[in-house]
């Protein structure tokens, strides 16, 4: 890689903004118009954020963990940032396309680069059918929820509803239910990641349901519709000796 003009978005960790400064003094306050990447100081839920606000860039993004957990950053160690940058390792991921419909006609769209979760918004199970390109799949599924992930989700919510942790570079998609009371034994299905999922609610006005795209929320939906998308690609720099897939891999060995 030759990349040395970074520009530097910070969340609104107190940290995170006090490195932002120190980082422009050393590398300058490049803009996205010259940039080459996109350095992301914050947690995960931001990295999401940044991801799908500056998809239109089409610029490979390194994140520095100031949140939590980080599972899409890298360490906050600034020492030689940019020679960290060019030797670290790319991963590409599509992100899942949403369209909701609202019980009142109207159409929601959304994108997501974990996973397109639908949830029960009262003390009433949700009853959902399941089609998988067309093909009624599961006629009615009485649950707390369910959730369709990427390989890059697959160790986020999907992981804590006991779905599968899939490869990074797997082309498969995790369909998990969440808290499943009929039919009780099912523990979801993966898929082709070509494949188009429909989820139609169920007495959607007694019983109502959300869907989310990673942290976007609608509310009382009636049918949502879930693919890959075929065009857009996002590009993730990680540390060479602490990659994603080894990330991956460590989280199945843990108890």
């Not at 996109?38 to 949140?67: C, H, T, W």
């Not at 006609?105 to 009262?122: C, D, F, K, P, Q």
Request: proline share 4%; hydrophobic share 40%.
């Amino acid at each position: 890689m030759n990349l040395n003009n970074p520009v530097f978005l910070a969340s609104s960790n107190d940290e995170a903004i006090k490195q932002k400064r120190s980082l422009e003094e050393k590398y300058g306050k490049n803009t996205l118009d010259n940039a080459d990447v996109i350095v992301v100081l914050g947690g995960d839920g931001f990295m999401l954020e940044a991801i799908k606000d500056r998809m239109s860039q089409n610029l490979p993004l390194f994140g520095l963990n100031y949140g939590s957990i980080g599972f899409l950053m890298n360490s906050s160690n600034q020492n030689d940032l940019v020679n960290r940058i060019n030797q670290s390792q790319s991963i590409k991921i599509s992100p899942l396309m949403m369209k909701a419909i609202g019980v009142d006609g109207v159409v929601h769209e959304a994108i997501a680069i974990n996973e397109v979760s639908l949830l029960r918004e009262t003390h009433q199970a949700s009853k959902i059918k399941i089609s998988v390109d067309g093909k009624i799949r599961l006629d009615e599924l009485i649950c707390d929820g369910i959730l369709i992930s990427t390989p890059s989700g697959s160790t986020a919510y999907n992981l804590s509803a006991h779905g599968p942790i899939l490869p990074i570079n797997a082309d498969v998609l995790a369909l998990t239910p969440i808290s499943a009371f009929r039919p009780r034994r099912w523990k979801g299905a993966i898929l082709n990641n070509g494949s188009n999922v429909k989820f139609e609610i169920i007495e959607s006005k007694k019983r109502p349901v959300s869907a989310v795209a990673d942290s976007t929320e609608f509310r009382d939906i009636s049918s949502v519709e879930v693919h890959q998308s075929k065009d857009q690609v996002v590009e993730l720099l990680f540390d060479k000796d602490h990659s994603f897939d080894e990330r991956i891999l460590n989280e199945q060995f843990k108890f």
